[in-house]
């Protein structure tokens, strides 16, 4: 039973524009979500996260919207680089602080950045 | 700073042998967390150490699996006997605490093959 639900398996983008990736839950008692950014080889790197009380955080060219109602979260990548070319999972934990807690996390979805 | 390491990299045992996996976290981290990601599936937790003691092992599979933090510093994770469901990439991910970030770091990841 997945309770973080990444449908799109994978996401091809032009340079430059816009790269929309898309997340949703089930369990209403995840408070904090989390994203991860993975190149092949190497582990998870944290990149943006977002509370339950928020529905917008945006650091630099990320920005994570959250729909709680929906049980759904996107996170917006712009402009899309090269370098974001990467498998990105959606994470989710039940305290408003991803550090002491298990992480629930999705199957990944892999973007692609066409130069 | 020293992130997370993972040892070996890679190993390939046969049905019915016996490995251990190590992860040393970054230094000073009270968190440990030891996830699985079996190919095209999710990443999914096993279990979570605070300092020395178990916080957590709701997602260790059976008991073949065993953990350990002696001294609260670095973990092992022991798989005996193999089976060949247990193929996957084991992440090991360290976090400071509640005084801290609120993130988790990911190590490398130990790819085992079981054939």
């Known amino acids: 039973d997945q309770q973080v639900k990444q449908n799109s398996p994978s996401l091809s983008v032009q340079e430059g524009r816009i790269s929309i990736l898309n997340c949703d839950y089930t369990?209403?008692?995840?408070?904090?979500f989390l994203w991860y950014k993975k190149y092949p080889a190497e582990g998870p790197t944290f990149l943006i996260s977002?509370?339950?009380?928020?529905d917008k955080n945006e650091d630099g060219r990320f920005t994570v919207f959250l729909n709680k109602s929906a049980k759904h979260l996107s996170l917006h990548i712009v402009p899309s680089q090269p370098g974001d070319s990467a498998v990105y999972f959606c994470?989710?934990?039940?305290?408003?602080?991803?550090?002491?807690?298990?992480?629930?996390f999705g199957k990944g979805i892999t973007l692609s950045v066409r130069p | 700073e020293a992130g997370v390491t993972q040892f070996p990299s890679h190993s390939v045992i046969e049905k019915g042998q016996t490995v251990t996996l190590r992860c040393d976290p970054i230094?000073?981290?009270?968190?440990l967390y030891w996830y699985r990601r079996v190919m095209g599936k999710e990443i999914k937790f096993l279990l979570h150490f605070v300092k020395e003691s178990k916080q957590d092992e709701s997602g260790m599979p059976n008991n073949r699996f065993l953990a350990e933090r002696t001294g609260g510093t670095y973990s092992t994770l022991k798989v005996q006997p193999a089976e060949l469901e247990d193929s996957g990439v084991y992440f090991c991910?360290?976090?400071?605490?509640?005084?801290?970030?609120?993130?988790?770091?990911f190590g490398p990841g130990t790819r085992l093959t079981v054939l």
């Open positions: 369990n209403s008692m995840f408070d904090y």
């Open positions: 230094s000073g981290h009270d968190n």
């Open positions: 994470a989710a934990s039940p305290f408003f602080t991803g550090a002491n807690s298990k992480l629930t």
């Open positions: 991910a360290s976090s400071q605490g509640a005084s801290g970030g609120d993130e988790q770091f």
């Open positions: 977002i509370s339950s009380i928020k």
